[in-house]
């Protein structure tokens, strides 16, 4: 068992960076795949962010490719997301907690798959009470 804990949200300007961090206290966070997933009021929730337990691959959403970047300090215990060129449409409550990760190889191209969210949003595994991120000028 595994109990989480994120930090690091806060108000940001557009075009801004911040970096969350996400605690787990109890199992070793290395054990699982884990990630990140978002959740907007009056929007679907969002897996945006995932990462690998047996290697260093990851996967990202399509609204946060090449801004976001996801990353682990095992010794730590501690996942990170470092989230820069912010917009107004990353404004949302970010949770951290374990998935399920897969790879998808098809006509020689692999690609990765991330599923999970907190079980308040009907999903399972260990998840943290989320950090409020916002993005306004």
């Known amino acids: 068992q595994v109990q989480l804990v994120e930090s690091g949200g806060g108000l940001v300007q557009p075009g801004g960076t911040l970096k969350l961090s996400c605690l787990g206290t109890?199992?070793?966070?290395?054990?699982?795949?884990v990630g990140w997933f978002r959740q907007a009021p009056g929007k679907e929730g969002e897996e945006i962010s995932c990462?690998?337990?047996?290697?260093?691959?990851?996967y990202y959403a399509d609204s946060v490719k090449g801004r976001f970047t996801i990353s682990r300090d095992k010794n730590k215990n501690m996942i990170y997301l470092q989230m820069n060129d912010l917009t107004p449409d990353d404004t949302a409550v970010y949770y951290c907690?374990?998935?399920?990760?897969?790879?998808?190889?098809?006509?020689?191209?692999?690609?990765?798959?991330?599923?999970?969210?907190?079980?308040?949003?009907?999903?399972?595994?260990?998840w943290g009470q989320g950090t409020q991120v916002t993005i306004s000028a």
């Open positions: 109890g199992d070793r966070l290395s054990n699982f795949p």
């Open positions: 990462i690998s337990s047996v290697s260093d691959a990851t």
């Open positions: 907690g374990t998935v399920e990760f897969g790879q998808v190889t098809e006509e020689g191209s692999t690609h990765y798959t991330c599923s999970g969210r907190p079980l308040a949003a009907g999903g399972r595994g260990y």
